[in-house]
Nanobody
Framework: QVQLVESGGGLVQPGGSLRLSCAASGFAFSQWTSKWVRQAPGKGLEWVSVINVLGGTTYADSVKGRFTISRDNTKNTLHLQMNSLKPDDTAVYYC?????RGQGTQVTVSP
């Protein structure tokens, strides 16, 4: 079955960096557009970034220039490099692909 497992979240100070990963299995990952979304405390889901099957990327204005999405089709893995993190980036981050969403990984940005 389709499975997405995120990792790499944690607690980081403002200005710091984290690299999220999402391991995909159970479907043809390379043939799917994949995305990262997030949900901050008390708020709805927010789209963060998307990468298509050709590697083309798009970012939400709130993360543009700070986050980089990438994919490794040889390892069926999706990544999100997050730099210059801000407290407003605090959220649970989910990957979406293959028509599914993973269980999420918590990112907390705090002094």
């Amino acid at each position: 079955q389709v499975q997405l497992v995120e990792s790499g979240g944690g607690l980081v100070q403002p200005g710091g960096s984290l690299r999220l990963s999402c391991a995909a299995s159970g479907f043809a990952f390379s043939q799917w557009t994949s995305k990262w979304v997030r949900q901050a405390p008390g708020k709805g889901l927010e789209w963060v970034s998307v990468i298509n099957v050709l590697g083309g990327t798009t970012y939400a204005d709130s993360v543009k220039g700070r986050f980089t999405i990438s994919r490794d089709n040889t390892k069926n893995t999706l990544h999100l490099q997050m730099n210059s993190l801000k407290p407003d980036d605090t959220a649970v981050y989910y990957c979406e692909a293959g028509g599914q969403r993973g269980q999420g990984t918590q990112v907390t940005v705090s002094p």
